[in-house]
């Protein structure tokens, strides 16, 4: 099992910036790979960054490459998503995933097998 608390969501005016974080626990952290998802109203949830167990890999959507970062901290049990140059188009609920079987690849593709309860970020024009 893998508990995932995300928390830095909020309201932000368009060309803004964000910083979510994800605390992991009931697991060594540094064997799962994570990621972030977000879902915006009536839409399917999407892929935003993913980051392999090392931390040295990372994986980004094309919508969001360039001004979102993801690292993690294998020491705090953390994951983050730095989000510069925010977009309304970048509102959405944000997921923190995690794959405890399987790489970033595979959390990619499929999916986290544990995920967050999310955190809201809207973006005003």
């Known amino acids: 099992q893998v508990q995932l608390v995300e928390s830095g969501g909020g309201l932000v005016q368009a060309g803004g910036s964000l910083r979510l974080s994800c605390a992991a626990s009931g697991r060594a952290f540094n064997t799962v790979a994570m990621g972030w998802f977000r879902q915006a109203p009536g839409k399917e949830r999407e892929f935003v960054a993913v980051i392999s167990k090392s931390g040295r890999t990372t994986l980004y959507a094309d919508s969001v490459k360039g001004r979102f970062t993801i690292s993690r901290d294998n020491a705090k049990n953390t994951v983050s998503l730095q989000m510069n140059s925010l977009k309304p188009e970048d509102t959405a609920v944000y997921y923190c995933?995690?794959?405890?079987?399987?790489?970033?690849?595979?959390?990619?593709?499929?999916?986290?097998?544990?995920w967050g309860q999310g955190t809201q970020v809207a973006v005003s024009s």
């Open positions: 995933a995690a794959k405890v079987d399987g790489s970033y690849l595979n959390l990619l593709n499929v999916g986290g097998d544990y």
